[in-house]
């Protein structure tokens, strides 16, 4: 494996810029038209990526009411059966193929994040150009093994998995034939506060997998996106709504299309930022230059009078001799008459044709 994989010809890893994904999730309150214009909303926003969920109630589970399948905790879905919450905001299959050729037409890959083996099936017959692994799927090896023999890149969140899971994980990809791979650190809460975010994970995941590695987002920070950039991550993904007011389980943690446009926006100058390791002085920097400080003849002086601390200093601009030279004229004597303001030069100094 590398550090970058390829999706429709994009390469993305350490170097290029961050591949800027936009997870649609359930925020299309099963309405196609407003899929439609999620993507338009993400494209505008400078999106590379629109990635949708592709599983039903019955693929992730049983419907059944016992205490085991409703959510509990502190959880945003809290009290709600788990049947009832995917079938709320499960993506329509037959939609996924339009979804996938109006979001080409407009310049968007779109892919998917597929929960078993039916769905990673139907996925294929749609041809789509990678794959997502949810942070809560990391241990569905069998699924994983399925998209490995795939051959598509594939991006796998860590979320809620240990260091030990996301190693069987990795391994489990690589046995089963995959070779593209990419990771996103994850913090696995909605939202998640910037101080649950622990993002220097990024480079130690990067140099513990040899892989390249992002950050999947779900928090409503513009500057955790950038500081993840800052420090590696080659891939940001965001849950996108045209409204955190929408009847959706996770729209009030989805960015609203102002906050994308931004977000977007704010990696992108940091990129530019980063640039690379370089001492040159820029073409703007250059004209700068002649603001430091030089030794200058700061009193009239006489053929043959001494410079002394009086009579010459290290003053802006730089027109005259480095300052390095400033203790070795201490005590020499001018060729010529200097007047004041006059920049201090060899020429200017006894002994030094």
Known sequence: MSRWIEIRG???GPGYPA????EMSSNHCKDFDRAVEIMKAAKAAGADAIKLQTYTADTLTINCDRE???????SLWKGEVLHDLYDKACTPWDWQPKLKAIAEDMGLDLFSTPFDETAVDFLEAMDVPAYKIASFEVVHLPMIERIAQTGKPT???TGIATLA?????????RKAGGTQLALLKCTSAYPASPDEMNLRTIPHLADAFDLPVGLSDHSLYSAVPVTAVALGACIVEKHFALSRSDPSPDASFSLEPPELQQT???????????????YDVT?????HRLLRRS??????????DPFTKENIRVIRPGHGLHTRYYHEVLGRRASCDISKGTPLAWDLICGSE
């Open 10 to 12: 994009r390469k993305i």
């Open 19 to 22: 591949y800027f994904i936009a």
């Open 68 to 74: 085991y399948f409703c959510v509990g905790g502190n």
């Open 155 to 157: 991006i796998m969140s």
């Open 165 to 173: 899971e996301i190693d069987e994980a990795v391994r489990t990809f």
């Open 264 to 278: 977007i926006e704010a990696i992108r100058t940091a990129e530019k930022a980063l640039g690379r390791v370089n």
């Open 283 to 287: 073409d703007k920097e250059s004209a």
């Open 295 to 304: 030794i200058f003849v700061v009193q009239d002086v006489k053929a043959g």
